[in-house]
């Protein structure tokens, strides 16, 4: 039987439990002997001119070695946004600020001492004269453009997806209902458990050698290379283990160059880790996007027209973030055939820290989006979620399929998905539970969410630059294997997962094969671990190689055995080629290594992005009194084609689910008016515990994609995709019946409990003659939904306008 | 300067350190043991928990002069000399209750100290024993399991040394098959009542 396919336990786990991983903090190299160690001084005020810097009591404190600022590293060029045509270039920055700070946390200084309780004394000393300037956090306040982050720039507009002016105004025209709504995806912070870091140390002949914690060693050396203005081959960068990173360790930051900085300028290797503290105020977040949704469609249920404008937050430099918009614009329609569908979107900068990916990255905020448009119409309409859904969804199909948005998904069965979630969480008696509540009055009403999905994962366009990934494998003389990969590890188990690969085509145990990555000088080239590519792209590369060396080592064995290449077999059984008929000749793979290595290094190359999908279904227990919501249950179909490992695969769905359940229920990161962040450590940040989600129940579906041989797709961020939805739509179907429509997330007890009293206030027994309000187009019919189930699902739309 | 005396990992220490060090820096940088890390500032993450005298304690909330005359374990310390793993070391990495191994030192430790003062813990004790041991990448339903993976383990071994002793071996699978049936149902239980 197959390896693949099968629960192999890591080979990586027996390391990480007894002596524990060795990450960035922890590498103890000849190379970084005598160390000094590098401490950032942040600007505490949102937004400021630095009128001084008085490095003077500082620089005299114990151990203190050195302070810098921006005047000193100023043969170093400025940073503009990546991806100039889509962004503003005149929003640029420096290394450390020279004039200007845009968010708490923007450094300013460096202390650079002997030794790191040092450091932490010393930036207290250092004397920064702030002259405030206006806070800019209110994302509408940054479109109007009254208090300009960048005066270059002249507006806080950092990019622009679509015209408004190429809105159709008819878009919504014959619709029996319309429903529009103001939706907050909240600002969350990827949080990491293991924060940022770097150790940077110059060779003799002027080449840096950094170690960084990252997501792929070779686009992190390009980054870091273009900061300190050298070439990518004069740095070197080495990736430690990675203590979690889920999109925000893409690259290397600002940081991560001033420590190379520093480490030239002193002669000598210098090191940084940063707090939690800055972590969570310096470390790129995720979401932070508005999205104001409009659904209209037929009382049958069919949605016949849907829009998505969006307002992005960039924070104080335009980064990754700044451009998600355009992949959230890419899924609008999800897995829905949604008659007439439009979206655009607008980036602005607040003083606020910056925007980077996090888990789903883009996606998690298409899907969000639609899926709560799907409930509002569903109870504008009075018609049961699920309904909504089947009745919209795309049918089913295995050859590629175009949407209206240029995305081509490649193969699926949403209905299926959707049926199998349902079916697996007793759908229909969930509801009954439900109505038997609701019929009591009880003060914890139940409510049930759905989440359909379907998601983009190994990007990149099958015609221009199509997706592909490197691999090297080799076989050793005795008996093992090593592994070199373009992909990067940060807790996924690719050693495990690659070595199974090849384990499956030359038969050697898994245990005896090595897998190494994120070493530039080792391998140049890479795509690195994001967008859930790893396995579709780098993965297989690792077993199309596997299967060329064994090509190659069958001429090898052609000429050992004295036989035609072509009347021998490949025995997996004993590692071996033996002639055809005659078991007893044989050679193994290992001797075929003695003479020549047997190595092979190839780039497999994808057609195009896969497009994974699946349905979540969230259970919630919400305490009409107090608000709290308690997440009593979470189905999920989450369907990535061909499982390779299902212990790996589930283990990423597990940790989806889990953040896309945090950001749906407790956590956000949250700013005051003047920029102060109020969530800058964990005992502020409601970052998830044990304690708050439940066992999780997988259901399995598989339906293989065409674009690879095994038939995989990206499974690392179906969680953060479908979950949250899922959760939050659950937390207002709870109190539906009570006249809510929508609630923000994270659903915390004061939001519910505020959207119940809300909803109270305004006479919720009286169906209201909706006339989707300030929208209106149409006029939906109250009696129709008053009918429906005897609940009063018009009593909002009202308040349905952008409350 | 002052010197402090205390075990690591059994093996007895004496060494001269400021007051101020924080027992973590002490075990990471003067004994040069690291798998405990340090995730925050605020001791909320648990990343760095160790066991002090048999109980899980954070070590970054620890001054290092505070442990002295103790006996301090850190997951370097709880494999068998030989290199058999610990019970929970074991399930973990059985339930794939570990991904990106950040959070998984203290995590560990911080299961021996719960199943020390708890040995049979239902899944909602293991959510709220672990409450304050953060993990990012797991969504905790792995490490739940493998706590009373362990926990299950544990009593098995427990009742098998029992029953070996007055009936052989068959009695020993008999009571392990007992012991998991009761962990699968208080952990469904746990789940019920939630």
Known sequence: ?803 | MMRVEFTVNGQQRSDDIEPRLLLVHYLRETCGLRAANVGCDTTSCGACTVLFNGSSVKSCTMLTVQAAGGEVTTAEGLAAPDGELHPVQRAFRQEHALQCGFCTPGMVMATVGLLAENPEPTEQQVREGLEGNLCRCTGYHNIVRAVLAAASEQASAAAGEQASAAAGEQASAAAGEQASVASAASAAGGRAGR
């Open chain 1, 1 to 803: 039987m197959s390896i693949l396919g099968t629960r192999v336990l890591r080979i990586e786990d027996p390391r990480f439990l007894t002596s524990g991983g060795v990450y960035t903090e922890d590498i103890v190299d000849d190379r970084l002997l005598g160390a000094c160690h590098v401490f950032f001084v942040r600007s505490p005020i949102a937004h400021a001119r630095i009128g001084g810097i008085d490095p003077s009591q500082a620089a005299a404190a114990p151990g203190v070695l050195a302070v810098f600022t921006a005047a000193d590293l100023a043969d170093l060029p400025d940073i503009g946004p990546m991806m100039p045509g889509l962004l503003n270039e005149r929003m640029r920055r420096h290394l450390l600020a020279p004039d200007v700070v845009r968010h708490v946390g923007d450094p300013v200084a460096v202390v650079v001492t002997e030794e790191p309780y040092q450091g932490e004394d010393a930036v207290e000393l250092v004397d920064v004269d702030y002259q405030p300037l206006p806070a800019v956090v209110d994302l509408a306040a940054a479109a109007s453009d009254e208090v300009v982050l960048f005066e270059a720039a002249g507006t806080n507009v950092a990019a622009s997806f679509g015209d408004p002016a190429t809105l159709d105004e008819h878009l919504f025209d014959g619709c029996d209902a319309v429903v529009r709504h103001t939706i907050m995806n909240q600002r969350v912070a990827p949080a990491p458990m293991e924060t940022r870091a770097g150790a940077a140390a110059w060779g003799h002949d002027g080449r840096l050698t950094a170690w960084i914690p990252n997501q792929g060693a070779q686009g992190t050396r390009a980054s870091l290379a273009s900061m300190l203005g050298l070439a990518p081959e004069q740095v070197r960068v080495i990736t430690p283990d990675v203590g979690g990173a889920f999109g925000a360790k893409f690259g290397a930051d600002p940081e991560h160059a001033v420590v190379a900085w520093v480490a030239r300028q002193l002669g000598r290797p210098a090191r940084w880790t940063e707090t939690r503290y800055e972590n969570l105020i310096a470390m790129t977040h995720g979401r932070a996007q508005q999205q104001t949704v409009t659904i209209g469609g037929s009382r049958d249920g069919t949605v016949q027209a849907y829009r998505l404008e969006i307002l992005q937050d960039a924070g104080a430099y335009p980064r990754i973030g700044a451009i998600l918009p355009f992949l959230t614009i890419l899924m609008t329609p999800g897995p829905y055939a949604l008659g007439k569908a439009e979206a655009i979107a607008r980036t602005v900068v607040t003083t606020t820290t910056p925007l980077g990916a996090y888990r789903g990255a883009g996606r998690p905020e298409a899907t969000a989006a639609v899926e709560r448009a799907m409930d509002l119409f569903a109870a504008e309409i009075g018609m049961d979620p699920a309904d909504v859904r089947r009745r919209n969804l795309l049918p089913p199909f295995t050859e590629p399929h175009r949407t209206a948005f240029g995305a081509l998904y490649d193969s699926g069965d949403y209905a299926a998905a959707l049926d199998k979630a349902l079916a697996a969480a007793d759908y229909a008696g969930l509801r009954k539970e439900q109505a038997g509540r609701r019929e009591r009055g009880d003060a914890v009403q139940l409510g049930i969410g759905l989440s359909c999905y379907v998601e983009i994962t190994g990007m990149g366009d099958g015609e221009e630059s199509p997706p592909e990934e490197n691999a090297t494998v080799e076989v050793h003389p005795d008996g093992s294997a090593t592994i070199l990969t373009g992909t990067s590890p940060h807790g996924q188990g690719h050693a495990t997962a690659w070595a199974m690969l090849a384990s499956d085509r030359l038969g050697i145990p898994v245990d005896r094969i090595t897998l190494s990555w994120g070493d530039t000088d080792l391998v140049p080239e890479g795509g690195g671990t994001g967008g859930s590519r790893s396995l579709q792209q780098g993965g297989m590369a690792v077993q199309q190689a596997a299967d060329e060396l064994i090509e190659l080592a069958r001429l090898r064995a052609a000429a050992a055995l004295e036989a035609s290449a072509a009347d021998l077999v490949f025995d997996t059984g004993r590692s071996a080629f033996a002639v055809a008929g005659d078991p007893a000749a044989f050679v193994p793979l290992a001797q075929l290594a003695e003479a020549e290595r047997l190595l092979v290094r190839t780039v497999f190359s994808a057609p195009g992005a896969t497009f994974p999908f699946g349905t979540h279904v969230a259970v919630v227990e919400v305490d009409t009194e107090t608000g709290k919501v308690t997440l009593r249950q979470m189905v999920t179909v989450d369907d990535a084609g061909f499982v390779l490992n299902p212990l790996l695969a589930e283990g990423q769905r597990h940790g989806g689910i889990a953040q896309g359940a945090a950001q749906a229920l407790l956590e956000e990161f949250v700013y005051d008016a003047e920029g102060n962040p109020l969530t800058a450590s964990l005992a502020d940040y409601p970052f998830l515990s044990s304690t708050e989600v439940p066992s999780f129940s997988l259901v399995d579906m598989a339906t293989p994609t065409s674009y690879n041989p095994m038939g995989v797709k990206g499974i690392g961020e179906a969680g953060t995709i479908g979950a949250t939805p899922a959760v939050q739509n659950a937390v207002v179907d709870a109190v539906a019946h009570l006249g809510v429509r929508h609630i923000d997330m994270p659903a915390s007890p004061q939001r519910v409990w505020r959207a119940l009293q809300a909803a109270a206030g305004s006479g919720r027994s009286t169906p209201q003659a909706s006339t989707a309000a300030g929208s209106g187009r149409s006029t939906s019919q109250a009696s129709t939904a008053a009918g429906s189930g005897g609940s009063t699902p018009q009593a909002s739309a009202a308040r349905s306008e952008g409350a």
